[in-house]
T-cell receptor, first 112, second 112 residues
Framework: GESVGLHLPTLSVQEGDNSIINCAYSNSASDYFIWYKQESGKGPQFIIDIRSNMDKRQGQRVTVLLNKTVKHLSLQIAATQPGDSAVYFCAESYNQGGKLIFGQGTELSVKP | EAGVAQSPRYKIIEKRQSVAFWCNPI?????LYWYQQILGQGPKLLIQFQNNGVVDDSQLPKDRFSAERLKGVDSTLKIQPAKLEDSAVYLC??????????FGPGTRLTVT
């Protein structure tokens, strides 16, 4: 039979607005976290990472926030552009370099 | 710098047939990963190599899946025999350090 994929959470924003994508991770022992962007037909692309000894890290137009108390990770994208439209995945690992566990993903749609 | 190369990009086979995927990692990257990504989900690690040795294959269905990395460079992933539930995108990734992973474009497998 045909497999049915899960419906991804979707975030729709207007071009130029800020976007916030949230992720709940599963393992309280995870010490390394990464955000990936995946466009249709392509492999995941690294955006930004953060280690557990930090609670915030900034890149170009992106910021990752880590709240270990509630096992929550967020990705903020400033001045969202149509090219930011993609599926965004958070990933966690224990002992940096170990197996990455990916979250479900959020589809970001940017309206011009 | 050339990225991770994968072939073929698409493959359609009937159930119970065999299929093989090929990956050429970024030059100099010691760590190589194979992931399975089912539609609507995040990638799931199948196997991790460090040079030509297996680091983690705990989620590889070894009754039908096999992988090798000869000479610590290219890698092949094989499925024999394929099942309907193997329909997915198979992603190869490589890493110089075991932390930041660079993904290839993937091979989309459809099993009918």
């Amino acid at each position: 039979g045909e497999s049915v994929g899960l419906h991804l959470p979707t975030l729709s924003v207007q071009e130029g607005d800020n976007s916030i994508i949230n992720c709940a991770y599963s393992n309280s022992a995870s010490d390394y976290f990464i955000w990936y962007k995946q466009e249709s037909g392509k492999g995941p692309q690294f955006i930004i990472d953060i280690r557990s000894n930090m609670d915030k890290r900034q890149g170009q137009r992106v910021t990752v926030l880590l709240n270990k108390t509630v096992k929550h990770l967020s990705l903020q994208i400033a001045a969202t552009q149509p090219g930011d439209s993609a599926v965004y995945f958070c990933a966690e690992s224990y002992n940096q370099g170990g197996k990455l566990i990916f979250g479900q993903g959020t589809e970001l749609s940017v309206k011009p | 710098e050339a990225g991770v190369a994968q072939s073929p990009r698409y493959k359609i086979i009937e159930k119970r047939q065999s299929v093989a995927f090929w990956c050429n990692p970024i030059s100099g990257h010691a760590t190589l990963y194979w992931y399975q990504q089912i539609l609507g989900q995040g990638p799931k690690l199948l196997i991790q190599f460090q040079n030509n040795g297996v680091v983690d294959d705990s989620q590889l269905p070894k009754d039908r899946f096999s992988a090798e990395r000869l000479k610590g460079v290219d890698s092949t992933l094989k499925i024999q025999p394929a099942k309907l539930e193997d329909s997915a995108v198979y992603l190869c990734a490589s890493s110089p350090t075991g932390s930041e992973q660079y993904f290839g474009p993937g091979t989309r497998l459809t099993v009918t």
